[in-house]
């Protein structure tokens, strides 16, 4: 079954924010996925399949349209078209808070989702490796920063682990349901962010697996916590 990453459009915004609200608690309203694909189109990323057969339209999550001759036409929200199954994408976008405007160029990871049965597939991966690449070279972004909340270890592996974030602070109830988040930066080199550099065969001795028992934020806490603002 063949993976496809490629720019996200307005076409996929129904599958991603279907993507969005079956794996993630932080939820957006359509027009937030519009705004960021029209402004920064450059940025946001998809992951689709392209199987031959769509699933089942009995399924309950799928939607009713009318075609051209009038005849009712069963959608399925995985689906961007007939035989393109969206399983995955990344929201990005360059920060426009007018406060920052003197700080230098740099950009934001608003959303990252893979679906659950596409996972450990390292696709999460390289979905973030074509933002961050397109943030610098297209936009010129110099950093990026996102959040992840502390519970979160999967994420928290692969920002940390992986992307090579660096924690910047401990943002206390950052999340509506009162979760804490860890506040994440890196800095972009355009020579290291190339898609070249960067293999995913079984014999990558770079992966770290969680033992879910250690804590992944360890050795920052042998050095101390003095410099992680709270």
């Known amino acids: 079954m063949p993976i496809t990453i490629r720019r996200a459009t307005i076409d996929d915004i129904i599958c991603m924010q279907n993507a969005n609200l079956h794996n993630l608690p932080e939820n957006y309203m359509m027009k937030y996925y519009m705004y960021h694909i029209l402004s920064w189109p450059e940025l946001s990323f998809v992951a689709t399949t392209t199987d031959i057969e769509v699933e089942s339209a009995d399924s309950s999550d799928t939607l009713d349209c009318t075609d ?19 399983i995955g994408y990344v929201l990005a976008k360059m920060n426009d808070d007018p406060e920052q405007a003197s700080e230098p160029a740099n950009g934001h990871i608003t959303s990252l989702s893979v679906m659950r049965t596409y996972r450990r597939m390292g696709l999460a991966e390289k979905l973030m490796r074509q933002a961050l690449l397109a943030l610098r070279e297209v936009n010129g972004a110099t950093y990026v920063s996102l959040h992840v909340r502390q519970s979160n270890r999967a994420a928290l592996h692969l920002y940390r682990d992986t992307l090579k974030f660096e924690v910047l602070s401990i943002e206390k109830s950052y999340y509506q349901d009162g979760e804490d988040a860890y506040s994440m930066k890196k800095m972009l080199d355009i020579d290291q962010l190339r898609i070249a550099n960067y293999t995913h065969g079984p014999n990558d001795t770079q992966h770290e697996e969680d033992d879910l028992k250690s804590d992944l934020l360890e050795d920052i806490l042998k050095e101390g916590i003095d410099n992680i603002t709270v």
């Open 68 to 86: 051209s001759s009038g005849n009712t036409v069963k959608l399925d929200p995985t689906y961007v078209r007939p035989g393109e199954k969206l």
